[in-house]
């Protein structure tokens, strides 16, 4: 039989083997925990890379955009100064009045109705870089925008 010194050393090592299983399933607890948070750590900056590289994306594709237009807008006005300094373009603008209107009425209503003031070539050239810069205020503002509008979704 058991005496009562075997029965005290069997209840501690009992105790023992109880306070060593409890204690190791609070520490596996404790390693499954930290592995799950560092899981959704892991988790949380994939996502954030995703949103990273699909706003890097949507940036790179409306520079892209914003550029095509601009070499557009140069295109379009390197023709128009082209037309107008060889003489193939002339800018005039409607009369309603003129210096030396002829005397009669009717001859003079006729002019004022159908009449233009022809542009000099300087001062075209001034107002297609004035529409030149305003188009490029335009295509900077809209691609702010459109960059804008691809974040906010």
Known sequence: ????????????L??????GSYTKGWHDSDK????????LQIEALDRVRKVEKA?????????????????????????????LSTGNLRLSIPATYCDNMPSSTTIAT???????????????ATLIDIARQG??????ANALIEFYEGIRK
Not at 135 to 140: F, G, M, S, V, W
């Open 55 to 83: 706003n890097d994306l949507a940036v790179e594709n409306v520079i892209s955009q914003y550029e095509h237009q601009i070499q557009s807008i140069n295109e379009k006005v390197k023709n128009l100064r082209y037309s």
């Open 14 to 19: 009992i105790g023992l083997i109880c306070f």
């Open 32 to 39: 499954r925990a930290a592995q799950n948070i560092a899981n």
């Open 110 to 124: 006729a002019v004022v109705e159908k009449g233009r003031c022809q542009i000099d070539r300087e001062a075209a």
């Open 135 to 140: 188009d490029q205020a335009i295509e900077r």
């Open 1 to 12: 039989m058991l005496d009562l010194r075997n029965l005290f050393l069997l209840m501690i």
